[in-house]
T-cell receptor, first 116, second 113 residues
Framework: GAVVSQHPSRVICKSGTSVKIECRSLDFQATTMFWYRQFPKQSLMLMATSNEGSKATYEQGVEKDKFLINHASLTLSTLTVTSAHPEDSSFYIC????????????FGQGTRLTVV | QQQVKQSPQSLIVQKGGISIINCAYENTAFDYFPWYQQFPGKGPALLIAIRPDVSEKKEGRFTISFNKSAKQFSLHIMDSQPGDSATYFCAASKGSGTYKYIFGTGTRLKVLA
């Protein structure tokens, strides 16, 4: 399958600081990228959908000013958690879809964010 | 309309047995149904996917059965192995590359040695 690289895999940051997570599609052009948040033993919760060159579409209840998403190219999307607080601690996962990969979505390895 | 209901929540199977996980969807516009496997601390990995024009698809030990009229689909893992112990998610989407996936709630599978 296609490769989607996400990093960092783990990050610890202090409360009030910002953290950037990168998601790269390595072998296909990702027209659309998705960002998810996953709590322990729960399903993936879609946070936002981003299309290359467009503003992200956020799901209801997700603060767009807190979770900044940029999809500047067909191979890179970033999620920045601004002014992080302990309640933002979670597992964040990106997914990429598009190009010659059709309907399939490929996931990154996930980022474990811990805010202390 | 957008929900995908998945059951059971957890499943314990003996090594060599068959694991069966079921999903049901509501939106008849969905035309792509993948299954993902997730190990702790990792991102989901695509196992197998099906479109509604076929009733069954098999890849190795994994089989998807699809019932379009009932709006249900299931994953069968034959000859289950301890290495299959993971969380499995079904999903539904439209075939367009820009449409989001609707995920089921997940099934935690444990295969006993």
């Amino acid at each position: 399958g296609a490769v989607v690289s996400q990093h960092p895999s783990r990050v610890i940051c202090k409360s009030g600081t910002s953290v950037k997570i990168e998601c790269r599609s390595l072998d296909f052009q990702a027209t659309t990228m998705f960002w998810y948040r996953q709590f322990p033993k729960q399903s993936l919760m879609l946070m936002a959908t981003s299309n290359e060159g467009s503003k992200a579409t956020y799901e209801q209840g997700v603060e767009k000013d807190k979770f900044l998403i940029n999809h500047a190219s067909l191979t890179l999307s970033t999620l920045t958690v601004t002014s992080a607080h302990p309640e933002d601690s979670s597992f964040y996962i990106c997914s990429a879809r598009g190009g010659n990969r059709g309907a399939e979505a490929f996931f990154g390895q996930g980022t474990r964010l811990t805010v202390v | 309309q957008q929900q995908v209901k998945q059951s059971p929540q957890s499943l314990i199977v003996q090594k060599g047995g068959i694991s069966i996980i079921n999903c049901a969807y509501e939106n008849t516009a969905f035309d792509y149904f993948p299954w993902y496997q997730q190990f702790p601390g990792k991102g989901p990995a695509l196992l197998i996917a099906i479109r509604p024009d076929v009733s069954e698809k098999k890849e190795g030990r994994f089989t998807i059965s699809f019932n379009k009229s009932a709006k249900q689909f299931s994953l069968h893992i034959m000859d289950s192995q301890p290495g299959d112990s993971a969380t499995y998610f079904c999903a539904a989407s439209k075939g367009s590359g820009t449409y989001k996936y609707i995920f089921g709630t997940g099934t935690r599978l444990k295969v006993l040695a």
